[in-house]
């Protein structure tokens, strides 16, 4: 069985760079090989890996297991109840099921996908990239502490990491520790835990052994540091012990030091020593580089049209927005595609379309946009052309006939009856105003972000 098992890892070997990775890790890895004698006789997880193995990779399986086997090599896929009538009746004994080796990689503290090569650069996080990259080159050298912050989702944590892969790589010698705010509590807090074996005195001796004997500390999601007056006494004096050392600390936020709460002020005044630098959302262009980006590393095959589908879609969470480019070729894959097109996009956000639109109406819009601007509603849909009123008239306009499947004489209609030339002269402004004029594309985005948070 072990000169199987090799064999087939192989074959796997082999077929990884032949197929996405979503058909790889979720068809293809879990496949176990049972036997080999007059044919391959493999088992599939159930009996919908079975139909798509047997449907959408039956040319890549063959050619790979003619490659190792041998050529005219017959295979054939059971599935969960074959595999198990097939292993009673040919010794299940001595045919134990050939299991995939554990995945790794939870044991490597950085994600290897996660590399400043990988990571796009728009104007939204330049100078953050700039930063932790100048970090990552000369350790505890100048930008010390590097303090980052921003929302949830737009690549904080794949700094982090790019910063660790990068150290780890160009300066292995370096002791480096990377850990969530979560982590380094609990480390803390089970360290004051007593035993028979280990007393707190011991416990406490081995957290600071571990924390302070590094040359670089990363915390992630620092926000979420216990109010605790001993942990924060911990962490203070871990961070002077490092800083003092010319160790490089690097702390993660969602929100700069004088907004996160629970923060003491000495800790505060430390992390301002340094460098803070904020992550902003991704402008349109960068989110569909960031797409494209995923979608190459991936091995996915989505039309450009689906790309740009998403990132209009999605403006505020790269991690959101890469999740949903995933459920997109996963859906297309089920429906036995080799490439997601923008039905299959529209089919896989369907749900998701239809619970916003039942809430959202284009009343909603345009009382966001009365709300942002001050201006009355009457006034937004009447008859006045003000520079005051103009300029939130056009933008309601836009978004919509951007967010609302509505013909352009209905929009018309709900601002006093203007005809659709004028409705779409609105529209056309504000799309060409939204790509090289950043306060426009600023007041949009912050309407739109309203207007979801109302819905």
């Not at 050939?98 to 995945?103: A, F």
Request: with cysteine; hydrophobic share 35%.
């Amino acid at each position: 069985m072990q000169e199987l098992k090799q064999m087939w890892e192989k074959v796997l070997s082999k077929i990884e760079s032949m197929v996405s990775i979503v058909a790889y890790e979720l068809w293809i890895q879990p496949i176990t090989p049972l036997d080999y004698r007059d044919k391959l006789i493999l088992g599939a997880n159930s009996v919908t890996a079975k139909k798509q193995l047997i449907k959408n990779h039956a040319k890549e399986l063959k050619e790979c297991i003619d490659s190792v086997f041998g050529n005219g090599t017959e295979y054939e896929i059971l599935d969960p109840d074959e595999t198990n009538e097939y292993l009673k009746k040919n010794k299940p004994d001595e045919n134990q099921a050939v299991t995939n080796e554990t995945n790794d990689e939870d044991k490597f503290m950085f994600n290897s996908k996660y590399t400043f090569d990988n990571f796009i650069v728009g104007k939204s996080n330049q100078f953050c990239y700039a930063a932790a990259r100048a970090v990552a080159e000369n350790p505890g050298y100048k930008l010390n502490p590097l303090f980052i912050y921003g929302g949830v989702g737009l690549g904080k944590t794949h700094l982090l990491h790019a910063i660790g892969n990068y150290i780890k790589q160009n300066n292995p010698k370096l002791k480096i520790q990377y850990v969530t705010c979560e982590k380094f509590t609990n480390d803390y807090i089970e360290s004051l835990g007593t035993n028979k074996e280990k007393g707190t005195v011991k416990g406490t001796a081995e957290f600071r052994e571990k924390y302070r004997n590094l040359d670089v500390l990363m915390v992630d999601d620092i926000q979420f540091i216990s109010k605790r007056t001993s942990t924060q006494e911990e962490f203070f004096h871990t961070f002077n012990d490092l800083y003092q050392q010319n160790k490089q600390i690097i702390i993660s936020s969602d929100r700069p030091p004088k907004e996160i709460e629970t923060l003491e002020e000495r800790l505060r005044s430390r992390f301002a020593s340094g460098l803070i630098q904020d992550i902003q959302c991704p402008d349109y262009e960068t989110r569909v580089a960031i797409l494209r980006k995923k979608a190459q590393l991936e091995r996915y095959f989505i039309d450009d049209e689906v790309i740009e589908f998403i990132a209009e879609k999605v403006d505020t969470n790269i991690r959101e927005m890469e999740g949903l480019l995933s459920k997109v070729y996963f859906f297309a894959t089920l429906l036995g595609k080799k490439s997601a097109g923008i039905e299959e996009a529209k089919e896989a956000f369907k749900e998701q379309l239809d619970v916003q639109k039942e809430k959202l109406t284009p009343e909603n819009i345009i009382d966001t946009v009365c709300s942002y601007y001050n201006v009355e509603y009457s006034e937004i849909t009447g008859k006045k052309k003000s520079k005051e009123i103009v300029e939130p008239r056009m933008i309601a306009i836009y978004l919509i006939s951007d967010m609302l499947d509505i013909p352009l004489i209905t929009i018309g209609k709900l601002f006093g009856g203007r005809d659709h030339t004028t409705i779409i002269h609105s529209r056309d402004k504000i799309t060409e105003l939204m790509k090289h004029d950043h306060k426009t594309k600023t007041i949009v985005n912050d309407i739109r972000k309203q207007i979801g948070e109302k819905c």
